[in-house]
């Protein structure tokens, strides 16, 4: 059985970085992109796990991501 490759979803390179956001306090994460420009953060899904980060990270076709905190 032949699997279709899977299509990444686009986001601008040259504009965003892919960043997790960690909370100190809570030990929240949530996976978006940050402006390079401007430093807004755009949250796309919550971390919850290694499973959640993977799926972000093959989602968005990303190979390092870095936390912030």
Do not use: N, W
């Amino acid at each position: 059985m032949f699997r279709k490759k899977q299509r990444h979803q686009e986001y601008d390179k040259d504009r965003f970085i892919p960043v997790i956001r960690c909370s100190i306090c809570t030990g929240e994460q949530a996976a978006g992109f940050k402006d390079i420009q401007t430093g807004r953060f755009e949250e796309i899904m919550l971390i919850r796990d290694e499973k959640d980060q993977k799926a972000f990270m093959e989602r968005y076709g990303v190979r390092e991501v870095q936390k912030e905190y």
